[in-house]
C-alpha cells in the first residue's frame, strides 16, 4: 500500500510502514509541512496514497461528491510512539485487508 502521513504523526510512523514493505512517505519528506489539508490531500490522490492523519480535516475532504481517496484517520489522541506503533501492530493486516476491499476511510482507535 502508498500512503502519506501528515503532519501530526511522526517520522517514525513512516519508517515502521516501509519496514513493513509499504510505499510510505512523509509531508516532511516531500515539503509538504507547511501546505494546508486540501493541498496534502491533491497529492495524495494523484500519487495514489492514502492520507494518515489525526486532523478531522481530512474526513470532510474524504466525504466530499465525487472524492476517490483514502483515509486511515488515527483517533488515538496524545500518545508515546511506542503506543502509536503498538496500535498499527495489532491492526496493520485488518488495515490493508479493508482497504484492499474498497473501503475508503478507516478509524483506527
Known sequence: M???IDNQLP?????????????????LEIHLDEADDAAIWAQA???E??????????VFLANRPNQTGKLLWVRLGNC???????????????LIRSFASGQRIIELR
Open 2 to 4: 502508498k500512503f502519506l
Open 45 to 47: 490522490e494523484r500519487d
Open 80 to 94: 508515546r510512539n511506542a503506543a502509536l506503533i503498538a496500535a498499527f501492530d495489532r491492526v496493520q493486516d485488518e
Open 11 to 27: 517520522l517514525l510512523l513512516a519508517d515502521y510502514l516501509r519496514q513493513h514493505g509499504h510505499d510510505c512517505v512523509h509531508v
Open 49 to 58: 496514497r492514502i492520507v494518515v492523519s489525526k486532523d478531522d480535516d481530512f
